[in-house]
């Protein structure tokens, strides 16, 4: 099964390698009308660092789900492309390939490293608190002075000598490691009603502490850091952990009560949140100010129509921030309905992969995590494109795998690795206990 499973891996990396290079090529001849000559040389570099994962996941874990690697390859490729393609454009850095490029060398790099040196998840377990500390601190590092950055109105980044990045990136990794051992070890508390308040029967208040803790993190996040994006991820991952755990839907209901009540205080006391949830009801009443830049993102949608204008034929770059926040917008306008819904499987894909391992697992941290990191995948992406299409006010977090950033590849790298190596853990797992019941005697002479 193992071996199937990543002959599998190599034929779909290869199938996706030669949709980015096909891209590439019409992106090139959209806007040179030729063909680029590197061509030969940039299918061999993406060959090359696809094929080091896959042998990777072949050495480290043999067994794992065959689909999650070449969907985050695709996904990589594709947005890889439309970089190039804007790079030099108006507004946008003309360096932001080499950027990319380099970047997605150190993410494959530390997928690698994530499956050497996590080699069985339990291992994570040990250390809860410690992830606990390290989410905190990497969350709270954007407000010291000094050291955070406030671009765009939202405080989340830090600079450390040369070195910029969003410590939130990281934080939703260890978040998730933490609450994952938290529940395990606590669901059954969590599932006995001992107090009510009003119509609702709740555990004890000390065992609440942790919901309510995220719960003023992600306040503290939305008010301090002024980031609605990566305060709703954080809250959003906690609350549907702590029903997965418990199977109770009162605590899901009851997280939502508490983030819209601090999302309505943070609307009626600061005015950045005020500006976020207008333009989202009304941009048009400032076009050319606040409201420009969801306004040209509809344009763009608009102006792809079924198919899309064509890869390099479009002006994505007309909206400011498109290489980060807004590339599913340049994706809809030159690749169309057909292209943007051909993303949105993807995310579909790698979601249900995910979720296919949590069901899978049989040991309860493995099964909690493996849902912790898929929720994240899937909020961080609904988030995003829901900012960018006007379902939910805009928020200023990357598009997993397709934007511009090297936070958000390194981290999703590693989030992507700890999900192959339950799926191996599981699988092999699995294969022992067939092989045993197949063998009981064999069994029997190793215990005796």
């Known amino acids: 099964m193992g071996r199937l499973r990543r002959t599998t891996e190599l034929s779909l990396i290869v199938l996706g390698s030669l949709i980015v290079a096909g891209a590439y090529t019409l992106a090139s001849l959209g806007r040179n009308a030729s063909i680029p000559a590197n061509l030969v040389s940039f299918l061999g570099i993406i ?226 949140v005020q500006d976020r949830v207008s333009i989202w009801l009304n941009p048009w009443e400032d076009a050319s100010g606040t409201g420009f830049q969801v306004l040209q993102s509809m344009f763009a949608f608009a102006t792809g129509g079924i198919t899309g204008t064509g890869l390099g034929l479009g002006d994505p770059e007309r909206i400011p921030e498109v290489e980060t926040d807004f590339i599913f917008a340049a994706i809809g306008e030159e690749l169309g309905l057909f292209g943007a819904t051909a993303v949105l499987l993807c995310y579909l894909l790698m979601i249900g992969s995910g979720l296919r391992v949590a069901m899978r697992a049989d040991a309860p941290f493995d099964k909690l995590l493996a849902v912790g990191l898929t929720a994240l995948l899937g909020f961080q992406t609904f988030i995003i494109i829901g900012g960018v299409t006007r379902l939910v006010p805009l928020t200023g977090i990357t598009l997993p795998f397709v934007s511009y950033g090297g936070s958000s590849l390194l981290a999703n790298y590693v989030l992507l690795a700890l999900l192959m190596r339950i799926s191996d853990d599981t699988a092999q797992r699995e294969r022992r206990r067939l092989e045993a019941e197949a063998n009981p005697n064999t069994i029997q002479t190793v215990s005796a």
């Open 47 to 272: 060959l090359a660092l696809l094929v080091t994962a896959h042998l990777a996941t072949r050495w480290l874990a043999p067994e794992a789900d065959g689909l999650l690697l070449p969907l985050a390859a695709l996904l990589n490729g594709l947005g890889f492309v439309f970089i190039v393609r804007l790079a030099g454009e108006r507004g946008v850095p003309s360096d932001l390939p080499g950027l990319q490029a380099t970047w997605t060398a150190l993410g494959i790099t530390a997928y690698v490293g994530t499956l050497l040196f996590v080699r069985k998840t339990r291992m994570l377990d040990r250390y809860r608190y410690s992830f606990a500390l390290a989410g905190i601190v990497l969350l709270l590092i954007p407000l010291v002075p000094g050291v955070g950055r406030q671009i765009n109105g939202a405080r989340i980044w830090a600079s450390i000598g040369p070195i910029n990045f969003q410590p939130g990136e990281f934080a939703k990794i260890a978040l998730a490691v933490f609450f994952a051992s938290y529940l395990v070890e606590k669901r059954e508390l969590l599932r006995i009603a001992t107090t009510r308040i009003g119509p609702l029967h709740l555990p004890e208040l000390r065992h609440l502490g942790p919901l309510l803790l995220a719960w003023g993190f992600s306040i503290i996040v939305m008010v301090a850091e002024k980031d609605l994006g990566s305060s709703l991820l954080f809250f959003a991952l906690f609350a549907v952990m702590v029903w997965v755990a418990t199977d109770r839907i009162a605590y899901p209901l009851t997280a939502l009560v508490l983030f819209c009540g601090g999302a309505y205080l943070a609307w009626t006391q600061f005015g950045h």
